[in-house]
């Protein structure tokens, strides 16, 4: 079955400012394909018959110039197909009524790239450390410092995510963990099951603040793990308290 993991980056500076072009470029194709798409919009309202949807597509090589975007071409080309083939599947999946419709992305603090395999390779050093290097032969950033905190996978793409000023490489990755039963064959056994049969079965959870989790007559407390990260994020709350109220 598929497991999700998250390790920590530690970019170095330069790093950082590569890495913060690469979300600006990706946003840039995203707003770009949103701009298209509102354009042929109305130029459907007008001349194509009602019910009809405009053509959209994949493709983002139109928006690189070197005089209106020459940002565009320090960026691997990969990155910006990525980011087209994620805003064209939304679409789609918005025009069969799955999702919303893309909307255009604003700058702050956060954002991610999305990166496949010719993007990125995971070499085990001399010392055994595993490291992860990010961009093809002639435009990359180098070997990205990660904390490998949990055995994986190598995956088919990772995403590299900024937040607040940390970073972050996820993935997903198979492992030899038989997947569960599909929760179909549980509904079906539950719907034959009578009203009293399904009263005793039910067990009513309740969250507070002094007991974490109220089960019926069982008390559940945080692990030993879950109250050290309890600690370490409010640590880190009041360092960031205390930095912001020393700053104008």
């Known amino acids: 079955m598929l497991t999700g993991i998250a390790l920590q980056a530690h970019p170095t500076e330069r790093q950082k400012l590569i890495i913060s072009q690469w979300i600006g470029c990706a946003r840039f194709i995203w707003n770009a394909k949103c701009e298209e798409e509102k354009y042929l919009m109305h130029f459907a309202r007008r001349y194509l018959p009602k019910g009809t949807y405009p053509s959209a597509d994949q ?25 087209a083939t994620h805003w064209y599947q939304t679409y789609r999946n918005f025009l069969k009524g799955q999702c919303g419709k893309p909307n255009r992305k604003k700058k702050s603090e956060r954002g991610s790239i999305h990166l496949t395999q010719e993007l990125f390779r995971f070499e085990k050093g001399y010392d055994g450390v595993i490291r992860l ?116």
């Open 59 to 83: 493709t983002f090589s139109q928006y690189k110039d070197k005089e209106l975007s020459p940002w565009l071409f320090d960026c691997p080309s990969q990155i910006l197909r990525n980011s």
């Open 133 to 248: 290097f990010i961009g093809t032969k002639t435009n990359n950033i180098g070997y990205l410092s990660i904390k490998n905190h949990a055995s994986y996978a190598e995956p088919k793409s990772i995403r590299i995510k900024k937040k607040n000023g940390r970073y972050s490489v996820s993935f997903c990755y198979k492992n030899n963990v038989a997947e569960s039963k599909d929760i179909s064959e549980h509904l079906g056994h539950l719907k034959n099951l009578s009203e009293e049969a399904l009263e005793e079965m039910i067990v009513g959870v309740d969250r507070g603040v002094k007991r974490p989790v109220q089960a019926g007559d069982e008390t559940y407390d945080f692990t030993r793990e879950q109250k050290r990260k309890k600690r370490a994020k409010e640590r880190y709350i009041k360092r960031c308290q205390k930095s912001l109220a020393r700053k104008q």
